[in-house]
């Protein structure tokens, strides 16, 4: 579903905001609207850009965004911690299966991929590592831990 879009006669994007309101309460505003000689809309465009304004300014405001601010930072650090535990529980469990082959994690930076390569556009991994004879990473893993692994039965 694509929302409506319009221009306003100022020129900005302006789309549309559905507000429930109480029959007295919107009797007023369209009495408002007309000794000021404009639509409901346009009214109540004007007072929520008003209420905007003077909440910017609002001290009690800025101390209760502070306090957003200051839970989304934590929140972002602890799921960030998350994040570098399982990667560390991924990477010991690889060395586990198939012991030390060589690779030292190299964190990755925003917007890359691990070790600092341009991540790909269509998400999926910057990629290009193989081994030799043009063979993937991901079938010599599976070659290397289908000869560890005991033949089963297919019966």
């Known amino acids: 579903m694509s929302e409506q879009v319009s221009i306003h ?23 408002l609207a007309e000794i000021n000689g404009r639509s409901a809309t346009e009214e109540s465009r004007i007072a929520l ?47 586990a299966v198939l012991g030390d082959i060589g690779v ?19 998400g999926n991994k910057a990629s290009g590592t193989s081994v030799s004879g043009g063979a993937s990473a991901t079938a010599s893993t599976r070659a290397a831990t289908s000869k560890k692994s005991p033949a089963r039965s297919t019966r």
Do not use: C, H, Y
Not at 57 to 83: C, F, H
């Open 104 to 122: 030292t994690p190299t964190p990755a930076k925003p917007g890359t991929a691990r070790g600092g390569k341009p991540a790909a556009a269509d």
């Open 9 to 31: 006669t100022s020129g900005e994007v302006v789309r549309p905001f559905t507000i429930r309101q109480s029959d007295e309460v919107r009797a007023q505003l369209e009495v």
């Open 49 to 95: 850009a008003d209420w905007v304004t003077r909440a910017k300014d609002d001290p009690e405001l800025k101390k209760r965004a502070a306090g957003v601010q200051n839970r989304l930072n934590s929140s972002a650090e602890v799921e960030r911690k998350r994040i570098e535990r399982e990667a560390e529980e991924k990477r010991k469990a690889i060395a």
